[in-house]
């Protein structure tokens, strides 16, 4: 594994270790060699520890879910739980190569998955968390390491209590996007908490606040993700910045067409090998396209000196009292000193300059 990866223990572990509502269940082989019995036995309830007081009691029961050892897997017994945060479609092996390389070296994933049984399915298990290490697993299969097996642990856990325990793991891993986190809030409030977001923030024993910020985050249309170098970039920060913005029918519209402009600047440099425009800069970008612009006043049109016969022989150009008053003679046709005197006399007369 990697050095970080080493010295961290799975917050997965870390919470079903730090347990003590039950005692370690002790495995207790079948006769006939097949899978192990788990038989429990009471306990007294202890205080919570310090990592559960962090998280909150709502994990509490998520962890005494645990119901069987750990046991070892073929990445293609397991179908990929959507209620998982990890987009899997967006895993490639220049984003998981340190993983796939530390599994090749250590020949197994230290750290177990979490998979649940899927009885009725067309494949007997359901992986809940650990999709990294699935991607990697699976990977290292398709190049020549099909030796390497996936090493899981079992639970038994309705959707809500595996949307939970995945949050809890995955609150930490820096490799989990605020889009992807976001995303995976907006479809857990709806499947899990019948869109009621005070509820799912206190099963979450997270802020409100924090809560709504990550809904708006999911919120964003694809064209203004699409602006952005990559989905990584797009930070809680951005949503909380855009969101309020593209509520305003009156700044959507610009909003939405400034990012389209963007997005085609950002694919533009990447196909040059250039450097793309980083987050900060894009959210700016975006927002200042929701700022109304200032109207021009109009430009009043120029007094012409006319003539009594109507020829046009110039402009009044200024009157004021401050300036005076300035004029253009530049005659269109024959005009005399006399005809331009004429014409002017008037002008002159009632001259702001004058009253």
Known sequence: ???AGGKRRSLLTNAIESIGTTPVPTPIAKD?????????????????????ERRGIAFDEIARTVKRPTIRLKPSECSIWRGN??????????????????????GTNREPVVVRRTPNSDRPYELIVGTRRHFCVSWLHANNHSEIELVARIETLDDEGAFRLADLENREREDVTD???????RHAVDA???GVRTQMADRLAIPKQNLHNLLQLSELPDEVVSAFADPGDIKVRHGMRLAPLLKDERHRDGIVAAAIEIAAEQAALRNAGADRIEGSKVCERLA???QPTKAQPARRAKAALTMAGGAQIGQILVDTRAKGIT?????????????????????LEAAKFTR
């Open 1 to 3: 594994m990697s050095s």
């Open 32 to 52: 006939d060699g097949q899978d192990l019995a788990v038989q429990e036995l009471p306990g007294e309830e202890p205080t919570a520890p310090s990592f559960l």
């Open 85 to 106: 945060a990890r987009d899997y479609a967006a895993l490639s092996y220049d984003r998981c190569s340190s993983l796939i390389e530390s599994i090749r070296e250590e």
């Open 179 to 185: 889009l992807e986190r976001a995303r995976n809030y």
């Open 192 to 194: 899990y908490y019948g």
């Open 288 to 290: 200042g396209a929701a």
């Open 327 to 347: 004029v253009n003679i530049n005659p269109r046709g024959a005009a005399s000193i006399d005809e331009i005197l004429e014409t002017l006399r008037p002008v």
